[in-house]
């Protein structure tokens, strides 16, 4: 069974700074999947991870992936205000054609 | 072009009633996906649909049941309501091939009394 967890959890960091958010999932996931979800809203594909060594970027964010370690990892670059909002990711089951999300990282950015 | 949407966007119920959510997909996706959200966790697979077709079932008990219709909209309905029910239940559409990733709707909001 698929299980993915992300570290940390909670997140608070000033503006301008760098981070970096891990998903470590635990078997092979057919591909990976980076969501944003603002307070009370829904959740924003932000990228889609499909092979070993993929690399995406958008805006401050990038994203990466290593199968043979099983882990993903969301870098922030310089970070702003609007960058604040939870960021979940998801492996994906193609047999049993589900998402599995990860418990979410609370990232509060401050002036 | 219109996102994926839901309806209704809240709904209260008390315990032992049933409930019929609904959700529209992107024009052009044949695949419907529904999920559990309970405040401050990740979203909880529940079924997923293609084809009007069942293709996947999370662990939820048969009170969770869904259907997809010809138009490809989707009905998830819950029986016997229980106050653990209450959450944010989303629905995800996509095209369906492997690689494409699932567009969420703004969800129902559904609290249990």
Same mark, same amino acid.
């Given at each position: 069974?698929?299980?993915?967890?992300?570290?940390?959890?909670?997140?608070?960091?000033?503006?301008?700074?760098?981070?970096?958010?891990?998903?470590?999932? #635990?078997?092979?996931?057919?591909?990976?999947?980076?969501?944003?979800?603002?307070?009370?809203?829904?959740?924003? #594909?932000? =990228?889609?991870?499909? /092979?070993?060594?993929?690399?995406?970027?958008?805006?401050?964010?990038?994203?990466?992936?290593?199968?043979?370690?099983?882990?993903?990892?969301?870098?922030?670059?310089?970070?702003?205000?609007?960058?604040?909002?939870?960021? =979940?990711?998801?492996?994906?089951?193609?047999?049993?054609?589900?998402?599995?999300?990860?418990?979410?990282?609370?990232?509060?950015?401050?002036? | 072009?219109?996102?994926?949407?839901?309806?209704?966007?809240?709904?209260?119920?008390?315990?032992?009633?049933?409930?019929?959510?609904?959700? #529209?997909?992107?024009?052009?996706?044949?695949?419907? /996906?529904?999920?559990?959200?309970?405040?401050?966790?990740?979203?909880?697979?529940?079924?997923?649909?293609?084809?009007?077709?069942?293709?996947?079932?999370?662990?939820?008990?048969?009170?969770?049941?869904?259907?997809?219709?010809?138009?490809?909209?989707?009905?998830?309905?819950?029986?016997?309501?229980?106050?653990?029910?209450?959450?944010?239940?989303?629905?995800?559409?996509?095209?369906? /091939? /492997?690689?494409?990733?699932?567009?969420?709707?703004?969800?129902?909001?559904?609290?249990?009394?």
């Amino acid at each position: 069974e698929l299980k993915v967890e992300q570290n940390p959890l909670f997140l608070s960091m000033q503006e301008g700074k760098n981070y970096t958010i891990y998903c470590n999932y #635990s078997t092979t996931s057919d591909r990976l999947y980076w969501y944003r979800q603002d307070p009370g809203k829904s959740l924003e #594909s932000l =990228f889609v991870l499909l /092979s070993n060594g993929a690399v995406k970027q958008e805006g401050r964010l990038m994203a990466s992936l290593d199968t043979k370690a099983r882990l993903s990892t969301l870098h922030i670059t310089a970070a702003v205000h609007d960058l604040s909002a939870t960021y =979940f990711c998801a492996g994906y089951l193609q047999g049993a054609q589900k998402l599995v999300f990860g418990q979410g990282t609370r990232l509060t950015i401050n002036p | 072009d219109a996102g994926v949407t839901q309806s209704p966007t809240h709904l209260i119920k008390t315990r032992g009633q049933h409930v019929t959510l609904r959700c #529209s997909p992107i024009s052009g996706h044949k695949s419907v /996906s529904w999920y559990q959200q309970v405040l401050g966790q990740g979203p909880q697979f529940i079924f997923q649909y293609y084809e009007k077709e069942e293709r996947g079932r999370g662990n939820f008990p048969d009170r969770f049941s869904a259907r997809q219709f010809p138009n490809y909209s989707s009905e998830l309905n819950v029986n016997a309501l229980l106050l653990g029910d209450s959450a944010l239940y989303l629905c995800a559409s996509s095209l369906g /091939s /492997s690689n494409q990733p699932q567009h969420f709707g703004d969800g129902t909001r559904l609290s249990i009394l």
